[in-house]
Nanobody, 127 residues
């Protein structure tokens, strides 16, 4: 079992930066990837990006590429999402997620590929 707790959300203005944290406990991040998703009311949960827990490689959705960066601190068992140049359309509840085992391909960018989720943290960007 993996427990995930996000923090760092808040209200910012367009162009500002925020850093979200995802602290893990239990059988922490025993899979090959960990990811961030976001969701707005009435819409499906959307993939933001993932990091390979082994090699540290990352992949991002086009909507955040060049502005968001995912990093991983193994000693602290914490994943981060650095968000720069925030836009009002980035407003959402942000979730970190980890699968139970090894996942590949389309499963990595789909919420259905993940078994463990944090409670979410609200990010609101005003114009």
């Amino acid at each position: 079992q993996v427990q995930l707790v996000e923090s760092g959300g808040g209200l910012v203005q367009a162009g500002d930066s925020l850093r979200l944290s995802c602290a893990a406990s239990g059988r922490t991040f025993s899979s090959n990837v960990a990811a961030w998703f976001r969701q707005v009311p009435g819409k499906e949960r959307q993939f933001v990006g993932y990091i390979s827990t082994g090699g540290g490689s990352t992949y991002y959705a086009d909507s955040v590429k060049g502005r968001f960066t995912i990093s991983w601190d193994n000693a602290k068992k914490t994943m981060y999402l650095q968000m720069n140049s925030l836009k009002p359309e980035d407003t959402a509840v942000y979730y970190c997620a980890s699968p139970r085992g090894t996942i590949f391909g389309a499963s990595i960018t789909s919420p259905s590929g993940y078994n463990y989720w944090g409670q979410g943290t609200q990010v609101t960007v005003s114009s």
